[in-house]
């Protein structure tokens, strides 16, 4: 490992996570990875990442939650499945990085280089719980008062040039369903889904 690799001579393994990533479904196969690298090659990403999505997997197996589940790599995946298509163990890497950001969140992981994609997922997840269904102006108005509260004046014109072409509404509609879609963010809040 070159990345972070101070961080892992520091941490204590737990094997304890080897089996809760195993419990996630698909999420056995992880100890069938092969190593190949083929998912770190095929990522968008991967050159940003602390780790690549290879390491990821290996720190897994080896039980470096606190690596894995506080690193920059599970939340700079944009989940296009290009490494779940090209892995020859047929293993569903982007759904597994996408319960470890799970994980991370009900766990309280914070790296501070993560606060803005963990801050988008967050209030994406809050405006779907109010209405049933996703807002961007809320969602945008609410991210850039977390992250960037100046930097939301600068993206004020953007947002008159999309509201005048019609590709943003100023007020939110209620789903008529937002009472299943609540259930199902619980289902999957408490791990289940
Ligand atoms: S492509 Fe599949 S088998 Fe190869 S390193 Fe990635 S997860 Fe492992
Ligand atoms: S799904 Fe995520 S990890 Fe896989 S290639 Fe795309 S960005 Fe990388």
């Not at 597994?96 to 766990?107: C, E, P, S, V």
Request: aromatic share 8%.
């Amino acid at each position: 490992m070159e990345a972070g690799s101070d961080v892992i001579w520091k941490t204590t393994p737990d094997l304890g996570f080897l089996d809760e990533v195993m419990a996630i479904p698909g999420g056995e196969d992880v100890i069938t990875c092969i190593q190949c690298g083929n998912c770190s090659g095929s990522c968008p990403t991967s050159r940003d990442m602390d780790y690549s999505p290879r390491q990821v997997f290996a720190l897994t197996r080896a039980g470096y939650r606190d690596v894995v589940l506080g690193s920059k790599a599970i939340w700079l995946c944009c989940s296009c499945y290009n490494c779940t298509a090209r892995c020859p163990k047929e293993i569903k890497i982007t759904d597994i990085l996408y319960k470890m950001k799970q994980l991370a969140m009900r766990y309280g992981y914070k790296n501070p280089e993560t606060k803005k994609a963990r801050t988008l997922a967050k209030e994406f997840t809050d405006t779907v719980r109010k209405y049933g269904r996703n807002h961007e102006m809320t969602l945008l108005r609410n991210y850039m008062l977390k992250t960037d509260p100046f930097g939301a004046v600068g993206q004020a014109p953007l947002g008159m040039r999309l509201f005048s072409k019609g590709r943003l509404s100023l007020f939110p509609k209620k789903n008529k369903g937002v009472k299943e879609v609540r259930k199902i963010l619980d289902h999957i809040e408490k791990g289940r889904g």
